[in-house]
C-alpha cells in the first residue's frame, strides 16, 4: 500500500490542486483518497490504470465536499466576475452564468459531469472518456451536445 501510495500521490495531489486550487483542501482530500482506496482496494477490478481510478475516487470526494459547501455554483467554479467598476456588467455576468447554471443541472448527470470537467478541470475528452468508463469520442460527442444545448437554452430564455 505504502508503494502505491509512493507511485500515485503526485498524480491525485496535482489533479486535486488543479480542480479546487486551495493546498490544503488537495492534502486533506488525496489522504482521504488513499483512505478510501485502501478500504475498496478489492473493487478495483483493473480495467482502468490504478492513477485514473484514484483520480475517479478523488474526483468524487472533492465533489462531494463542493455539494455539502455549496460550491458548486457554475460562477463559482469557472470563472470569477471580471473586475471592472461597471457594476451593471458585473450584475448581467452573473444572471449569464445563473442561467448556464440552471440549463447545467436540468441535464443528465453524466453529460453535466463532462461539461463541469472539460470547463472546469480542463480534462482532455481521452481523460474524461476514461474517468466515466466510456470512450473519448463519447465524452467529445457528449460535451459537443451538450454545449449545444447550453447554447440554444440560455438564448430562448432571453
Known amino acids: 500500500m505504502e508503494e502505491l501510495y509512493k507511485q500515485n500521490a503526485?498524480?491525485?495531489y496535482h489533479f486535486l490542486y488543479t480542480r479546487c486550487k486551495d493546498e490544503?483542501?488537495?492534502?486533506?482530500?488525496l489522504q482521504d483518497t488513499f483512505l478510501?482506496?485502501?478500504e475498496s482496494m478489492e473493487r478495483f477490478d483493473?480495467?482502468?490504470?490504478?492513477s485514473t481510478w484514484l483520480c475517479q475516487i478523488a474526483r468524487h470526494l472533492l465533489y462531494q465536499y463542493w455539494e455539502k459547501e455549496k460550491?458548486?455554483?457554475f460562477a463559482e467554479l469557472t470563472e470569477e466576475v471580471p473586475a471592472r467598476d461597471d457594476t451593471e456588467q458585473q450584475v448581467l455576468h452573473k444572471v449569464e452564468l445563473s442561467e448556464v447554471l440552471d440549463v447545467l443541472n436540468r441535464m443528465p448527470e453524466d453529460v453535466a459531469q463532462v461539461v463541469k470537467l472539460r470547463t472546469m478541470s480542463e480534462l482532455s475528452f481521452k481523460e474524461i472518456g476514461a474517468m466515466l468508463g466510456k470512450s473519448e469520442n463519447w465524452a467529445r460527442v457528449t460535451f459537443f451536445r451538450a454545449k449545444k444545448q447550453l447554447l440554444q437554452e440560455v438564448r430562448h430564455e432571453d
Open 10 to 12: 503526485k498524480i491525485v
Open 24 to 29: 490544503a483542501l488537495a492534502e486533506e482530500l
Open 36 to 38: 478510501k482506496a485502501f
Open 46 to 50: 483493473g480495467s482502468c490504470k490504478i
Open 71 to 73: 460550491k458548486t455554483s
